[in-house]
């Protein structure tokens, strides 16, 4: 199941990196990185299933697009979580609650993980999960980093409508990523980030 699995961030390195360094060597003393500025992306996410969002990456990441129907989350997350805090699904620490959801019809003559996922299990399909932010003016000029220290399983990742990373590349539980979109971001206006995110298959090294 697709997974936010922990905060994200956009970074901000410029001016200041150049002013501390300055101070340094001024000193006689080693220069010191200064710290970036970190924008926090952890509210106001939306997510659907692409099964039921039929626009494309450009469109979904696109200011202003209209996600009607979506399901409201923060990160960290996951679709299964965001679902049963909104109440579409039943809490599965309860009874047989996640035994009972969809997609959850397994074979138990193996452990589930190690098999396909069902055939009509809503999280065959890939989940989209987009929100906006700002990007102050005063980051023109700088440079521009998305950084997400937690993706679960693959992911296609779009900004301003540009994709920047896709799922051949962006995989793996436990992997921290870093995108530069200096040339994607857009200062002193709103932005829009979409993932497409994809579950893990049954021989991908997964946390299971």
């Known amino acids: ?6 905060a994200v961030a956009l970074y901000l390195f410029g001016s200041s990196l150049f ?11 080693e220069p010191e990185p200064a710290a970036p500025l970190s924008i926090s992306l952890n509210e106001h996410w939306k997510i659907q299933s692409s099964c039921e969002a039929k626009a494309g990456g450009e469109q979904i990441s696109a200011p202003g697009f209209a996600a009607v129907g979506w399901h409201k989350t923060t990160v960290p997350n996951t ?21 009972n959801l969809p997609g959850m019809n397994y074979s138990s003559a193996s452990f589930f ?13 890939s989940w989209w ?7 102050p003016a005063s980051a023109a000029g700088k ?17 301003n409508g540009k994709k920047i990373a896709d799922k051949k590349d962006v995989a793996g539980t436990y992997r921290i990523f870093e ?7 857009k200062p002193g206006a709103a932005n829009a980030v979409a993932l497409e995110i994809f579950a893990p298959e049954k021989n991908d090294l997964e946390i299971t």
């Open 113 to 125: 993980a190690l098999q396909d996922m069902p055939e009509g299990s809503p999280f065959k399909c």
């Open 179 to 185: 995108f530069d979109v200096t040339n994607a971001a």
């Open 1 to 6: 199941m697709s997974r936010m699995r922990a």
């Open 79 to 99: 679709v299964v979580g965001t679902l049963v805090d909104d109440k579409t699904y039943p809490d599965p620490t309860y009874g047989t609650n996640l035994k």
């Open 129 to 135: 999960w987009r929100t906006e932010f700002n990007v």
């Open 143 to 159: 440079h521009l980093a998305l950084h997400f220290p937690g993706i679960n399983y693959r992911a296609n990742v779009w900004v």
């Open 19 to 29: 002013f501390a360094t300055q101070v340094g060597l001024a000193g006689g003393l």
